[in-house]
């Protein structure tokens, strides 16, 4: 992920250590779910790049996941930082059309910002 | 006088009582229009008229313990039973408002359907229990007595169905209560906006005529109530009236088998189903409540309650025609409208409906002798067929009926859950997704171009933002603005660690003197501190325009878009730092800027730490680029290769600290913070990120505190806002989230000391 330029890339590598802390194994218990992201980092749909938070197994990995997540989002690099951080609320992404969401609604009601990291600053 | 003095209220022609309006001729208008539009409310009262929710629905009790959902309390009043008869009888029946008798039954009723706000069923066959047992071996309890609670909720219950009909709401005559004037207020408050949601569909004087009739009765001043609605309330009245209701009712099961078989006991004992009415007739009298009832209502009619508006009126035209007399203009004095207001402060004529009408036979009297021959023989007939009701029904019949009716519902329930259940919710989202694929290549191109639409818009707005980005964002009301050297105050205001004084302080310099680099160099120093990037970018990127080799002010804009995790923003000032430097310049080709690869960038910055490992700022800048690309040990050893040089630099401090919460090193990141802190006590940006060191860990209680604390020093930093959001909410504090919406620090400090 190194490579990308993506915000959500970064923030998606220090989800990929969080999920090895304690906290994040906890992540794993409370939800048990497997996310798909396709992030785009101008226009939902072109040029995305496919993230998976797997909170079953507790990994973050680039490229579609292999059988069916229980919820694919997409967005926009900078809207998914915005729910991310809580800036935005999912439910009002959804609304607006900042956030595509397909697969069980309940595992998506369960995508909110307190799962991701939030990054420290210098 | 002239008519203009009428009309605009001159002192001389003020309408005594007329506190509202200062103008007569208003004042009259407004009494005749009232007085009209409470002629036809009284009308609207007259019982018999009256279809009240709960006697309607005799045998929809049996859902009770399936409507104990909230907000299903409205709905069960729509409820109709199908027997037209038995709701027939009923409905004369209510119409008797305040006799023992309807009081009686109601509180016979009240078990079978519980009232509004009662959740949890068992409430009510408690209370059947006793009101049956009551009921049938001595007196019925009225209603409106008992413990004050119990006749405060059910007054309010019976004004809360009176919505349901749309029914006026009768005044009641209630016990001393003994409300507090805290509780009358609250009442009063409450009922007015209740009254609101309830009559949406009727006009305002309905509903201040209901509302003043409910307040009157509870004793309650209603003047008070021009402090205005609050609109939205109403969840806090149904809590409070369950408050009450839990309060007075002790919580007992009962199997609702229980009372349906305690019922049909009680009932063998009176196996004559007429037992209930001659009981009834016993209590009363034959027709007891009958002539109870047209006593009452021709004392009323002799009140003249009906008329007093009419009375209001003529007082207020009599008022008017005296001022008017006096003003001795003979055309005046001749005029229609002089002549009108005459004889209407004489009573010849009244204005009935919003028309005028010549006054003849009172009209109220004639309501009253309508009525009389619209209920002549209407109170035995009603006993008759309640008699007949019964005999047909038996009343096992009824107690059969409702465990019918529940199964019925039950099965019916199950059914819809069942129903509920297969409708699965992933197959609807995925049809849904493919309506809108279908919809993408098919029919509705429209909406698809209405939707490319909305995205251009989008772009639009988000490239607006983007360039406003970036764009410094000056404070109002800015007290240094004409300080005779605000950035020597600013950097002292800076020194002692007042960063959100010093911000002030400098944004005045730079108001001053534009061109200031260190101004706005130490402006974006300032606001970085602060925890807030995006005008620590603003600024240092004015500084950059006027400075555009000043190294810190590189460094900064680098470490700014770090943070943003705008990386090749990053990385063409991190570059730009070693382009610059004076020493490491000539590592840097020009023309490579253009296109940058993080490898590059990094291969010569390790290259110049090698010509100058004791150069801090080089690690520092390494330290920075390895957060860039995620590389969080290597940017570790940079910043404690930076601190061996500069231990007392509290940024290096938490730019370690950051880096070693970023990678999962909390405990350590921790340390460093309060590394930084030591050195700078005011340091909103290490108190923040301790705040989301605790968070990441999990340990939300801890995170609020720190949050709180970075808040207190700068209210400005929306990112600390955000991450408290979400930190009261996994904390399970939602109870102060209102308080973070609306930034309200006191009651957060409050709570939440550090």
Same mark, same amino acid.
């Given at each position: 992920m190194a490579n990308s330029t993506l915000k959500s890339a970064a923030l998606l590598d220090q989800m990929k250590l969080h999920l090895s802390s304690d906290a994040g194994k906890g992540l794993v218990k409370k939800i048990g779910l497997v996310y798909q992201l396709n992030i785009a980092p101008k226009k939902i749909g072109f040029e995305e790049e496919i993230y998976v938070v797997d909170l079953k197994k507790g990994e973050v990995t680039k490229g579609p996941y292999k059988g069916k997540p229980d919820a694919t989002f997409s967005f926009k690099d900078e809207d998914f930082i915005k729910i991310a951080s809580g800036k935005m609320n999912p439910q009002m992404a959804f609304m607006r059309g900042a956030m595509k969401i397909k697969g069980s609604i309940s595992a998506a009601q369960k995508f909110t910002p307190d799962i991701f990291p939030k990054p420290s600053k210098l | 006088m002239s008519m203009r003095e009428l009309v605009t209220g001159g002192a001389a022609c003020a309408v005594p009582g007329s506190s509202s309006s200062s103008n007569p001729l208003g004042a009259l208008a407004n009494s005749l229009l009232g007085s009209s539009s409470k002629t036809q409310e009284k009308l609207n009262e007259l019982p018999g008229t009256a279809v009240t929710g709960p006697s309607t629905s005799l045998y929809s009790g049996g859902d009770n313990q399936l409507s104990t959902l909230p907000g299903f309390e409205n709905e069960e009043q729509e409820l109709r039973h199908p027997d037209a008869q038995a709701s027939e009888f009923l409905r004369g029946f209510r119409g008797a408002d305040h006799g023992g008798f309807a009081d009686a039954w109601n509180e016979i009723q009240r078990p079978q359907l519980p009232p509004h706000g009662l959740r949890g069923g068992p409430l009510p066959y408690t209370e059947f229990d006793r009101v049956y047992e009551n009921g049938f071996q001595s007196q019925p309890p009225p209603t409106l007595d008992g413990p004050p609670g119990m006749v405060l909720s059910n007054f309010l219950h019976s004004f809360m169905r009176s919505s349901g009909t749309g029914v006026p709401f009768g005044p009641a005559m209630l016990p001393v209560l003994g409300l507090s004037e805290r509780d009358k207020l609250c009442i009063r408050d409450r009922s007015s906006i209740m009254a609101r949601h309830f009559f949406a569909d009727k006009s305002e004087e309905f509903i201040n005529a209901q509302v003043n009739t409910l307040l009157h009765s509870l004793d309650i001043d209603s003047d008070f109530r021009a402090k205005g609605p609050i609109p939205g309330r109403y969840p806090e009245l149904e809590e409070y009236w369950n408050e009450s209701q839990g309060a007075i009712q002790p919580v007992i099961h009962n199997p609702a088998n229980g009372w349906i078989n305690e019922f049909s006991q009680q009932k063998s004992l009176h196996s004559d189903p007429e037992a209930w009415v001659n009981m009834f007739e016993q209590q009363h009298g034959a027709k007891g409540w009958a002539s109870e009832f047209q006593q009452e209502q021709s004392q009323m009619t002799s009140m003249n309650q009906i008329n007093s508006a009419n009375m209001a009126a003529m007082e207020q035209a009599r008022m008017l025609a005296h001022t008017l007399s006096q003003n001795n203009n003979p055309k005046f004095q001749n005029s229609k409208f002089h002549q009108f207001v005459s004889k209407m402060s004489r009573g010849e004529l009244i204005v009935d409906d919003n028309q005028i009408k010549p006054a003849g036979v009172s009209s109220h009297v004639g309501w009253a002798e309508e009525y009389q021959q619209q209920h002549k023989g209407a109170p035995t007939s009603w006993v008759n067929e309640f008699a007949q009701n019964e005999l047909s029904h038996g009343t096992n019949g009824w107690a059969k009926e409702f465990s019918a009716e529940r199964e019925l519902h039950g099965s019916v329930d199950d059914k819809w859950v069942q129903e509920f259940s297969k409708l699965n919710v992933n197959d609807w989202a995925e049809e849904f997704g493919h309506q809108v694929g279908e919809g993408v290549l098919g029919e509705s191109s429209e909406w698809l171009d209405g939707y490319n639409e909305y995205l251009n818009e989008q772009q639009a707005v988000k490239q607006q933002s983007n360039s406003s980005r970036g764009v410094y964002l000056f404070s109002d009301m800015n007290p240094y603005v004409g300080h005779p050297d605000p950035l020597k105050e600013g950097q002292e205001l800076f020194r002692k660690g007042l960063l959100s004084e010093a911000v002030l302080a400098l944004e005045a310099e730079v108001i001053k003197n534009p061109e200031n680099a260190e101004g706005w160099r130490l402006l974006g120093i300032t606001h970085a501190e602060n925890d807030d990037d995006q005008q620590a970018i603003a600024s240092m990127m004015r500084a950059h325009e006027v400075d555009p080799t000043n190294l810190e002010v590189l460094l900064a804009l680098g470490v700014s878009h770090t943070n943003e995790l705008e990386q090749a923003e990053a990385l063409k000032y991190l570059y730009g730092w070693l382009q610059h430097h #004076?020493?490491?310049?000539?590592?840097? #080709? #020009?023309?490579?800027?253009a296109s940058l690869f993080f490898a590059d960038v990094a291969g010569l910055f390790n290259e110049a730490a090698r010509l100058s490992p004791d150069d801090a700022d080089v690690h520092i800048v390494l330290g920075v680029l390895y957060n860039l690309s995620r590389e969080f040990d290597s940017a570790i050893k940079s910043f404690q290769s930076a601190l061996k040089l500069k231990p007392r630099d509290y940024s290096l401090w938490n730019k370690l600290g950051a880096t070693q919460a970023n990678s999962v090193q909390s405990a350590d990141a921790l340390l460093a913070y309060q590394q930084a802190l030591d050195l700078k006590p005011n340091y909103v940006r290490a108190w923040a990120n301790m705040g989301i060191s605790f968070a990441n860990q999990g340990l939300y209680e801890d995170s609020i505190r720190y949050y709180v604390r970075a808040l207190a020093m700068n209210p400005k930093a929306d990112n600390a806002w955000q991450y408290l959001r979400i930190s009261l909410s996994c904390a399970s504090r939602n109870d102060m989230l209102e308080a973070c919406d609306s930034r309200n620090l006191d009651v957060l400090q409050r709570e939440f000391p550090l």
């Amino acid at each position: 992920m190194a490579n990308s330029t993506l915000k959500s890339a970064a923030l998606l590598d220090q989800m990929k250590l969080h999920l090895s802390s304690d906290a994040g194994k906890g992540l794993v218990k409370k939800i048990g779910l497997v996310y798909q992201l396709n992030i785009a980092p101008k226009k939902i749909g072109f040029e995305e790049e496919i993230y998976v938070v797997d909170l079953k197994k507790g990994e973050v990995t680039k490229g579609p996941y292999k059988g069916k997540p229980d919820a694919t989002f997409s967005f926009k690099d900078e809207d998914f930082i915005k729910i991310a951080s809580g800036k935005m609320n999912p439910q009002m992404a959804f609304m607006r059309g900042a956030m595509k969401i397909k697969g069980s609604i309940s595992a998506a009601q369960k995508f909110t910002p307190d799962i991701f990291p939030k990054p420290s600053k210098l | 006088m002239s008519m203009r003095e009428l009309v605009t209220g001159g002192a001389a022609c003020a309408v005594p009582g007329s506190s509202s309006s200062s103008n007569p001729l208003g004042a009259l208008a407004n009494s005749l229009l009232g007085s009209s539009s409470k002629t036809q409310e009284k009308l609207n009262e007259l019982p018999g008229t009256a279809v009240t929710g709960p006697s309607t629905s005799l045998y929809s009790g049996g859902d009770n313990q399936l409507s104990t959902l909230p907000g299903f309390e409205n709905e069960e009043q729509e409820l109709r039973h199908p027997d037209a008869q038995a709701s027939e009888f009923l409905r004369g029946f209510r119409g008797a408002d305040h006799g023992g008798f309807a009081d009686a039954w109601n509180e016979i009723q009240r078990p079978q359907l519980p009232p509004h706000g009662l959740r949890g069923g068992p409430l009510p066959y408690t209370e059947f229990d006793r009101v049956y047992e009551n009921g049938f071996q001595s007196q019925p309890p009225p209603t409106l007595d008992g413990p004050p609670g119990m006749v405060l909720s059910n007054f309010l219950h019976s004004f809360m169905r009176s919505s349901g009909t749309g029914v006026p709401f009768g005044p009641a005559m209630l016990p001393v209560l003994g409300l507090s004037e805290r509780d009358k207020l609250c009442i009063r408050d409450r009922s007015s906006i209740m009254a609101r949601h309830f009559f949406a569909d009727k006009s305002e004087e309905f509903i201040n005529a209901q509302v003043n009739t409910l307040l009157h009765s509870l004793d309650i001043d209603s003047d008070f109530r021009a402090k205005g609605p609050i609109p939205g309330r109403y969840p806090e009245l149904e809590e409070y009236w369950n408050e009450s209701q839990g309060a007075i009712q002790p919580v007992i099961h009962n199997p609702a088998n229980g009372w349906i078989n305690e019922f049909s006991q009680q009932k063998s004992l009176h196996s004559d189903p007429e037992a209930w009415v001659n009981m009834f007739e016993q209590q009363h009298g034959a027709k007891g409540w009958a002539s109870e009832f047209q006593q009452e209502q021709s004392q009323m009619t002799s009140m003249n309650q009906i008329n007093s508006a009419n009375m209001a009126a003529m007082e207020q035209a009599r008022m008017l025609a005296h001022t008017l007399s006096q003003n001795n203009n003979p055309k005046f004095q001749n005029s229609k409208f002089h002549q009108f207001v005459s004889k209407m402060s004489r009573g010849e004529l009244i204005v009935d409906d919003n028309q005028i009408k010549p006054a003849g036979v009172s009209s109220h009297v004639g309501w009253a002798e309508e009525y009389q021959q619209q209920h002549k023989g209407a109170p035995t007939s009603w006993v008759n067929e309640f008699a007949q009701n019964e005999l047909s029904h038996g009343t096992n019949g009824w107690a059969k009926e409702f465990s019918a009716e529940r199964e019925l519902h039950g099965s019916v329930d199950d059914k819809w859950v069942q129903e509920f259940s297969k409708l699965n919710v992933n197959d609807w989202a995925e049809e849904f997704g493919h309506q809108v694929g279908e919809g993408v290549l098919g029919e509705s191109s429209e909406w698809l171009d209405g939707y490319n639409e909305y995205l251009n818009e989008q772009q639009a707005v988000k490239q607006q933002s983007n360039s406003s980005r970036g764009v410094y964002l000056f404070s109002d009301m800015n007290p240094y603005v004409g300080h005779p050297d605000p950035l020597k105050e600013g950097q002292e205001l800076f020194r002692k660690g007042l960063l959100s004084e010093a911000v002030l302080a400098l944004e005045a310099e730079v108001i001053k003197n534009p061109e200031n680099a260190e101004g706005w160099r130490l402006l974006g120093i300032t606001h970085a501190e602060n925890d807030d990037d995006q005008q620590a970018i603003a600024s240092m990127m004015r500084a950059h325009e006027v400075d555009p080799t000043n190294l810190e002010v590189l460094l900064a804009l680098g470490v700014s878009h770090t943070n943003e995790l705008e990386q090749a923003e990053a990385l063409k000032y991190l570059y730009g730092w070693l382009q610059h430097h #004076p020493k490491y310049g000539t590592l840097a #080709p #020009p023309e490579q800027s253009a296109s940058l690869f993080f490898a590059d960038v990094a291969g010569l910055f390790n290259e110049a730490a090698r010509l100058s490992p004791d150069d801090a700022d080089v690690h520092i800048v390494l330290g920075v680029l390895y957060n860039l690309s995620r590389e969080f040990d290597s940017a570790i050893k940079s910043f404690q290769s930076a601190l061996k040089l500069k231990p007392r630099d509290y940024s290096l401090w938490n730019k370690l600290g950051a880096t070693q919460a970023n990678s999962v090193q909390s405990a350590d990141a921790l340390l460093a913070y309060q590394q930084a802190l030591d050195l700078k006590p005011n340091y909103v940006r290490a108190w923040a990120n301790m705040g989301i060191s605790f968070a990441n860990q999990g340990l939300y209680e801890d995170s609020i505190r720190y949050y709180v604390r970075a808040l207190a020093m700068n209210p400005k930093a929306d990112n600390a806002w955000q991450y408290l959001r979400i930190s009261l909410s996994c904390a399970s504090r939602n109870d102060m989230l209102e308080a973070c919406d609306s930034r309200n620090l006191d009651v957060l400090q409050r709570e939440f000391p550090l």
